[in-house]
């Protein structure tokens, strides 16, 4: 479905409030938010990678993928829906690309990350992305400036 179609269906804008908010917020941090993309996307191939970078790689390879696919989607409009686009993310962080594409493959795969994708939603109330959990007990909703991530680890850590 188009991105602004999406947007306007459920929003009523092409543009809200917050997707202004967001994207000043990122400006702030030196990220060059494009206005949008034609796709909205299905994410759940894109975290199955993210997923398989942190098992082939650990969290720091993981972050990068997650760097590298955010930019892709955001600043240079690539369609994170696509294997190709997913496959060459992985290779630029120095995974196995056959591998990926393995996994990519895997329809029970698939299955599986789509029912733990709905049950985390439905725990943490997950309505929007990005969301983040932090230590399981800190749920943050959209683009944050750092000073709220740092109100919510600290939150965490009493």
């Given amino acids: 479905m188009p ?5 306007r269906e459920r929003w009523g804008s092409a543009n809200p409030f917050w997707y202004v908010d967001m ?5 702030d941090e030196g990220i060059d938010l494009v206005s949008h993309s034609e796709i909205f996307a299905n994410t759940i191939d894109a975290h199955r990678m993210l997923e398989f970078a942190y098992e082939h790689g650990g969290s720091a390879i993981q972050h990068q ?3 590298e696919l955010l ?6 409009r690539q369609d994170i829906t696509r294997h190709d686009v997913l496959l060459d993310a992985v290779a630029r962080c120095g995974l196995d690309r056959t591998a990926a594409q393995a996994v990519l493959q ?3 795969g698939r299955r599986e990350m789509h029912t733990r994708c709905h049950e985390i939603a439905t725990q943490y109330r997950v309505r929007g992305v990005p969301h ?3 230590n399981g007990r800190y749920s943050l909703s959209g683009a944050q400036p750092p000073a709220q991530f740092v109100r919510a680890i600290m939150h965490c850590a009493r």
């Fill in 106 to 108: 895997d329809r029970a």
């Fill in 65 to 67: 993928l997650s760097e």
């Fill in 132 to 134: 983040f959990v932090i």
């Fill in 23 to 27: 994207a000043q917020e990122v400006s």
């Fill in 3 to 7: 991105w602004s179609k999406h947007m």
């Fill in 71 to 76: 930019r892709g989607y955001y600043s240079e």
